[in-house]
Nanobody, 127 residues
């Protein structure tokens, strides 16, 4: 079992920045590929960013590319999502997820590929 706890959400004006953190604990929690997803009211959960087990590979949704950066500190078992130039359309609940990947370099993009999820943290961007 892996437990994930997100933090760092809040209310920010358009153009501002936030950094989300996801602390992982549990058996072999540092050996998973990690991802961030978000879900706005009335919409499906969507992929935001992902990072491989070792952290060398990353992937981003087109809507956040160039504005968001995912990183991980394996010593701290923590994954971060640095969000810059925030827009009102970034408003959503952001979820951290962990999934078993086939290789240390694999990144996962689909909701179905992740086995463990955090409780989510609200991000609200005002115009």
């Amino acid at each position: 079992q892996v437990q994930l706890v997100e933090s760092g959400g809040g209310l920010v004006q358009a153009g501002g920045s936030l950094r989300l953190s996801c602390a992982a604990s549990g058996r072999s929690s540092s050996s998973y590929a990690m991802g961030w997803f978000r879900q706005a009211p009335g919409k499906e959960r969507e992929f935001v960013a992902a990072i491989s087990w070792i952290g060398g590979n990353t992937g981003y949704a087109d809507s956040v590319k160039g504005r968001f950066t995912i990183s991980r500190d394996r010593a701290k078992n923590t994954v971060y999502l640095q969000m810059n130039s925030l827009k009102p359309e970034d408003t959503a609940i952001y979820y951290c997820a962990a999934g078993a990947a086939s290789t240390i370099a694999t990144i996962l993009h689909r909701v179905s590929e992740y086995s463990y999820w955090g409780q989510g943290t609200q991000v609200t961007v005002s115009s």
